[in-house]
């Protein structure tokens, strides 16, 4: 069986908070969407100081790339990135694939 790690980095304008605020719950709403295994949304709280400009991260596992590619057209997506893009000054998607061991 193979899951999708969905990572996507984003760089939110400081200038707006309550915006911020607002994409940042929209965002933690799609927890609940079919195929969903687990989701983290937050803003960035690394000490490295490598973020390069990076704000905020969602990090979402998916049963599968068909729940991965739901979950990409959804309504409740699309809606939540319109409410991201007036905020939204940068962002960086990378999905992996990972194989997950099913006992029988």
């Known amino acids: 069986m193979t899951q999708v790690v969905h990572t996507v980095l984003f760089e939110l304008d400081p200038e707006q908070p309550d915006a911020v605020d607002a994409a940042v719950d929209a965002l933690r709403a799609l927890r609940s969407?079919?195929?969903?295994?687990?989701?983290?949304?937050?803003?960035?709280?690394?000490?490295?100081?490598?973020?390069?400009?990076?704000?905020?991260?969602?990090?979402?596992?998916?049963?599968?790339?068909?729940?991965?590619?739901?979950?990409?057209?959804?309504?409740?997506?699309?809606?939540?990135?319109?409410?991201?893009?007036?905020?939204?000054?940068?962002?960086?998607?990378v999905d992996v694939d990972v194989d997950v061991d099913v006992e029988a």
Do not use: K
């Not at 400009?53 to 319109?82: I, M």
């Open 33 to 93: 969407l079919p195929g969903v295994i687990s989701m983290t949304v937050g803003p960035n709280v690394s000490p490295e100081g490598l973020a390069q400009g990076y704000t905020h991260a969602l990090v979402a596992v998916f049963g599968s790339a068909a729940d991965r590619d739901h979950y990409l057209t959804a309504p409740e997506h699309v809606a939540a990135v319109e409410l991201l893009q007036p905020c939204l000054r940068h962002v960086a998607v």
